[in-house]
């Protein structure tokens, strides 16, 4: 099947963005509840405080995408950097609401969308600009939430993609 430039962009960036949740979705159930609130020093982030900030991103970028300013007056980006999640569920409805919102806009965008123009900051972008943007920001947290998991269940982890020597 021949894909146009666009088609092809929009499903590799799918395929990756579901690739990406994947991991997430892995390494959040193998970590165990105790250690959801844990930080290796105070500066660091505990992966319920990168969860509520990813979380926080999503509904605020892909709320409204092409009608509003990306960055909701209503959010509190600083609070996501804050305080702790009680408990493993809570955390899995914060992760997967994020989620859904950015999948219902995803799936939404079509080829001639990708170079409409949407604000984020009071900034004009292009939606390709902004998916790529996010598609590198959501991995930058993801990749910190697995080696925070990783670190914490060192002595039983199970390798999220291809295991060393092998």
């Not at 219902?104 to 943007?133: P, S």
């Amino acid at each position: 099947m021949i894909m146009n430039l666009e088609e092809e962009f929009l499903t590799k960036l799918r395929e990756r963005l579901d690739q990406l949740k994947h991991k997430g979705d892995l390494a959040l159930s193998k970590i165990d509840e105790k250690h959801i609130n844990w930080k290796p020093d105070k500066e660091s982030n505990s992966i319920a405080i990168i969860v509520k900030h990813i979380s926080g991103n999503m509904l605020s970028r892909w709320t409204d995408f092409y009608t509003s300013d990306g960055e909701k007056k209503w959010r509190d980006r600083d609070g996501e950097f804050e305080g702790e999640i009680r408990n493993k569920e809570e955390l899995l409805t914060i992760w997967n609401k994020g989620w859904k919102k950015f999948y219902d806009i995803l799936n939404e965008i079509k080829d001639e969308d990708l170079l409409r123009i949407i604000v984020i900051y009071n900034e004009q972008k292009t939606v390709i600009n902004t998916l790529i943007h996010h598609l590198e920001h959501y991995a930058y947290h993801v990749g910190q939430m697995i080696y925070l998991c990783k670190h914490l269940k060192s002595n039983v982890w199970e390798s999220l993609s291809v295991p060393r020597k092998k």
